[in-house]
């Protein structure tokens, strides 16, 4: 548990950092993860990205479902531990284990017999896209997401205890074991065959394993919150009910957000391979925003959680601030970036003259939101550290499924695909400008900040 940080007390300005670099690193190393794939892939062609990037967005669903534990268990165990009590903590630990792995067995299945239909979806016109994307969706929605929700699971509750270092640890070392298998089983090594996008599933898959693996073995040596977890015992259906309910809005969003994903990119197919590949490869190069601001929402609940169980509001309020003024300087650097240097950044992908004009479009329209973004993600960290799940994911649920009729209507005008982009970018700006808004009004009409909370000795 040397790892752990304590959030409590001290500067919070450092604490906050020291506790978010890692989760912020640990992003970086999620998306490299499918930065590498693009890199590799990418050099197979526009189609194999398109497949790729076609079983990718059921994934994104899996991954979304599985949120409901990590969250949960996240931030029940962040204000247990505030409480300064860490055999409740140990039990909504095992709560989110066994909820997880529940709801992912449930995806597994799914994956296993509708498989066909789900890639049948896109509609793709050459028979070699289709076989690829239902190759990759079943390597990587079996074996790879279960092992991405147990690794999940590990890194919330980790972020929750205040130790953000061992999960940036552990997905490093699966990264860079996803570097050297990507390039030998996409084009093969030696009397290792090449697999195409088959072998960039099984790298990406393998990782996973490994980073599940020394997850395991970290938590078995170290002990702390993990020594004696009851995850292999009877469920206590009062934790997880007390999981359900916190993570049951933040899953609910990202389910939404992630059919909503599909059926935008079905819109999107639409325009041809070229443009999935744009929004796959464009998506992945924008994440770099998000993903941080996604990190950094998880080190602000954690730090905002234990304050706040411990009854410290004057600690919520200065780390809200502090947290939300490093998140706007990295939104508008993003914003920078992706508006001067679009060109640079995508043709690290793909090349191809047509789809690189499209990639530099997407990147130049999705920068204008970026700032937006960064401030969703901090004031939804805060949202879920006081416990209130259910206004972030209202916000981002409503605002998200504005850009169906957006993307069906701005593409009519000139705009042609870029309105899609468009639609968007609109609603990233809405939903962070409407939740950073409602979060100062909560927290005002509530009187949170007037003074700090007693807890009861336990």
Known sequence: ??????????????????????????????????????????????????????????????????????????IKVAHSIGEGNPEKAKQFGASAFQMGVSIIMLCILFVLFGHQLMVGVFQFTEEQVHVDAVNYLLITGTIGVLFSTINQIFTGLYTGIGDSKTPFLANAVGLVINLVMDPVLIFGVGFIPAMGVI????????????VTLLFLLISYKRGGLFQGMPVFRKPKMDYIKQVWKLGFPVGLQNVFMSGLSLIIASMIAAWGADAIAVQKVGGQVESIAWMIAGGFSMAVNSFIGQNYGAGKMQRVRK????????????????????????????????????????????????????????????????????????????????????????????????????????????????????????YLLYVHKRKLYEQDREIPAV
């Open 1 to 74: 548990m040397s790892k752990q940080v304590n959030l409590l007390e001290g500067s919070i300005l450092g604490k906050l950092s020291v506790l978010a670099l890692p989760i912020m690193m640990t992003a970086f190393v999620q998306m490299a993860y499918n930065l590498v794939d693009m890199v590799w892939i990418g050099q197979l062609g526009s189609n194999a990205v398109a497949a790729v990037g076609a079983a990718g967005t059921y994934l994104w669903i899996a991954d979304s479902c599985t949120s409901v534990a990590k969250t949960g268990g996240q």
């Open 319 to 438: 780390g809200y601030n502090a947290a939300m003024t490093l998140m706007v300087i990295w939104g508008l650097l993003c914003s920078l970036v992706l508006i001067v240097f679009p060109e640079f950044l995508f043709q690290i992908f793909i090349r191809e003259t047509d789809v690189l004009d499209m990639g530099v479009s997407y990147l130049r329209i999705l920068g204008v939101c970026q700032l937006c973004v960064c401030m969703e993600g901090c004031s939804t960290g805060a949202f879920n550290g006081l416990g209130e799940t259910r206004i972030p994911s209202a916000v981002s649920i409503v605002f998200n499924l504005a850009r169906i009729p957006m993307a069906i209507l701005l593409p009519m005008t000139p705009l042609g695909l870029d309105g899609i982009w468009w639609a968007l970018t609109i609603s990233a700006i809405l939903k962070g400008v409407v939740l950073t808004a409602w």
């Open 199 to 210: 072998g960039a599933a099984v790298a990406t898959a393998g990782a996973q394993g490994v």
